[in-house]
């Protein structure tokens, strides 16, 4: 049974670039939820995705934006990287989109910004 | 907005004794409740979690928590911690209805011979 699979595992880029990043789910998980996690910090929510939408948006700016696709894989995206962008970006996928469904986690894509 | 406070920054405990970490979350609501563990360059794995009824949960590798509400806290507990328990741990809310988990700053834990 696949848990959550992201790639890639680690990526360095400069201030200004854009990037995406791919999180497939556990298996039988419809919905992908992404957290960014800088250093020495919890995970803060950026947004989660059900049924190919946003469903709710955490504190981010519109820098940050994403997409679910048929198969219940997602895509983060970034504009205009900022070195503060600079973490640890963890996706986590549950079923049906409910609270009271544990989220899963990925080993996340370490994105570092020079 | 509710929040999740994890007084602890560091833990460092002998192998073999007990351990209980603190949570202490900030909601007009009762949350649902978990606890995560991150050994480094690795994702979070679920610990535990609580949804209602019995208020001490058993989760896995031997941990436990209890949650009492006039407290608002949600204490991870061990009772005889391994070598392979030092990770950091992080204490985690939903609320009711809601999808994003809020995540503690989370507690770094030390496991010495």
């Known amino acids: 049974d696949a848990g959550v699979t992201q790639s890639p595992t680690h990526l360095i880029k400069t201030r200004g670039q854009q990037v995406t990043l791919r999180c497939s789910p556990k298996?039988?998980?419809?919905?992908v939820s992404w957290y960014q996690q800088a250093l020495g910090q919890g995970p803060q929510f950026i947004f989660q995705?059900?049924?190919?939408?946003?469903?709710q948006r955490g504190n981010f700016p519109d820098r940050f934006s994403g997409h679910q696709f048929p198969n219940y894989s997602s895509e983060l995206n970034v504009n205009a990287l900022l070195l503060g962008d600079s973490a640890l970006y963890l996706c986590?996928?549950?079923?049906?989109?409910?609270?009271?469904?544990?989220?899963?986690f990925g080993d996340g894509t370490r994105l570092s910004i020079l | 907005a509710q929040s999740v406070t994890q007084p602890d920054i560091h833990i460092t405990v002998s192998e073999g004794a007990s351990l209980e970490l603190r949570c202490n979350y900030s909601?007009?609501?009762?949350?649902?409740l978990f606890w995560y563990v991150q050994s480094p360059g690795q994702g979070l794995q679920l610990l535990l979690k609580?949804?209602?009824?019995?208020?001490l949960v058993q989760g896995i590798k031997g941990f436990e928590a209890e949650f009492k509400r006039s407290q608002s806290s949600f204490n991870l507990r061990k009772p005889s911690v391994h070598w392979s328990d030092a990770a950091e741990y992080f204490c985690?809310?939903?609320?009711?209805?809601?999808?994003?988990?809020?995540f503690g700053a989370g507690t770094i834990l030390r496991v010495k011979s």
């Open positions: 995705y059900y049924e190919e939408e946003e469903r």
């Open positions: 986590a996928s549950s079923l049906g989109g409910d609270s009271n469904q544990p989220q899963h």
């Open positions: 909601y007009g609501a009762t949350p649902y």
């Open positions: 609580y949804f209602s009824g019995d208020t």
């Open positions: 985690a809310v939903i609320v009711l209805y809601g999808n994003k988990l809020v």
């Open positions: 298996s039988g998980h419809d919905t």
